[in-house]
């Protein structure tokens, strides 16, 4: 089962992660320390590195520095989401929703954008860290 049929987070974010943690015998986007990342209250500061987040239903989560290196958004919707200073780099988001999202000072280098919609609508794009360095950025 994907990370991303156990995920249901609006509003402020309805999940908890401590920032960044690191245990014993999890394996760098593995599901269970994706799933342990996300169960709980909030999602600022979660460590979200190299999890599959395919569909995720986000909209209005606060993920604010959070780690989503190399994470998989394709699909998700983020409509809404505060992605204040998130790390985002090497990011698969291909067809996300960024309706309204907000990305200030956020890292996309290298991240893949091909086909993301509301793109004309997201906060703070002019502070995006590595937006020259990422793939398929849609015209503003």
């Not at 401590?18 to 986007?29: T, V």
């Not at 991240?111 to 997201?122: E, I, M």
Request: hydrophobic share 45%; aromatic share 4%; net charge negative.
């Amino acid at each position: 089962m994907a990370v991303a049929a156990v995920i249901a987070v609006t509003g402020a974010g309805t999940a908890h992660a401590e920032p960044y943690p690191h245990h014993e015998g999890i394996e760098y986007g593995s599901e269970s320390r994706c799933r342990e990342a996300i169960s709980g209250g909030s999602l600022v500061g979660a460590n979200l590195a190299g999890c599959d987040l395919t569909d995720a239903n986000l909209s209005g989560a606060n993920l604010i520095i959070a780690n989503l290196t190399n994470a998989n958004l394709a699909g998700a919707d983020l409509n809404g989401a505060n992605l204040t200073g998130a790390n985002l780099t090497e990011a698969t988001m291909g067809y996300a929703d960024l309706t309204g999202a907000n990305l200030t000072d956020s890292d996309l280098s290298f991240a893949a954008l091909a086909s993301v919609t509301g793109w004309n609508t997201v906060k703070g794009k002019d502070t995006i860290i590595g937006l020259g360095q990422a793939f398929n950025v849609p015209a503003s």
